[in-house]
């Protein structure tokens, strides 16, 4: 079946720091891949997507790049500021296996000045 | 404004007593879907809507019922709650499935005593 690992959190870093969150996934046929981000009180906004094999989804200065071989889509961000401290979810779709989204458990990232 | 409404964003019930949280989106959206969200284990998708009249069971669906009369709404019931589907529950709708966002509602934050 379908599945979404993310790496365990909290994480915290420093402002400017850079950061990578991991994410691996488990899915027939060929998924879609996103990051969604959720700020405090809040419900989850898509952050970036890459819907085949090789694509980079790019938002706010985060990236991720589908990797099919290594059946990952880690984010990362090369200078993380306070206002991303929030919580990020891996997700994939396939319509291989119905129309569900399966979710990572989330990660946590609290950047402190 | 695009948005995906819930009501309401807080509610605290007793065992057994009926309820109803209801989900409207105003982007006349064809996917959407109900989720709960529990420390540790991420966001579960409950049912999901491909159409109106169409529903489907998510990951976790027992104890719950959806229904979807017209295009925009789509309520989640809970028949006789239990107090471990205390959650944080979110609905939301997206265009299609593979290639367009997921917008979500704010959340309704739901105790069970």
């Known amino acids: 079946g379908n599945s979404v690992t993310q790496m365990e959190g909290p994480v915290t870093l420093s402002e400017e720091a850079f950061l990578t969150i991991n994410c691996t996934y488990t899915?027939?046929?060929?998924?879609?891949l996103f990051w969604y981000v959720q700020y405090p009180g809040e419900g989850l906004q898509l952050l970036l997507k890459?819907?085949?094999?090789?694509d980079k989804g790019s938002n706010k200065g985060f990236e991720a790049t589908y990797r099919k071989e290594t059946t990952s889509f880690h984010l990362e961000k090369g200078s993380v500021q306070v206002s991303d401290s929030a919580v990020y979810f891996c997700?994939?779709?396939?319509?291989?296996?119905?129309?569900?989204?399966?979710f990572g458990t989330g990660t946590s990232l609290t950047v402190i000045p | 404004e695009a948005q995906v409404t819930q009501n309401p964003r807080y509610l605290i019930t007793v065992t057994g007593k009926k309820l109803t949280v209801t989900c409207s989106q105003n982007?006349?959206?064809?996917?959407m879907s109900w989720y709960r969200q529990d420390p540790g284990l991420g966001l579960r998708q409950i049912y999901y809507?491909?159409?109106?009249?169409?529903?489907d069971k998510g990951d976790v669906p027992e104890g719950y019922k959806v229904s979807r009369k017209e295009k925009r709404n789509f309520p989640l019931i809970l028949e006789s709650p239990s107090p471990n589907q205390t959650s944080l529950y979110f609905c939301?709708?997206?265009?299609?499935?593979?290639?367009?966002?997921?917008?979500f509602g704010q959340g309704t934050r739901l105790t069970v005593v």
């Open positions: 939301a709708s997206s265009f299609d499935l593979m290639n367009t966002e997921a917008f």
């Open positions: 809507s491909m159409n109106v009249e169409v529903t």
């Open positions: 899915a027939t046929g060929y998924p879609s």
């Open positions: 997700a994939l779709i396939s319509l291989n296996t119905g129309n569900q989204f399966y």
């Open positions: 982007m006349n959206h064809e996917y």
């Open positions: 890459a819907t085949k094999a090789d």
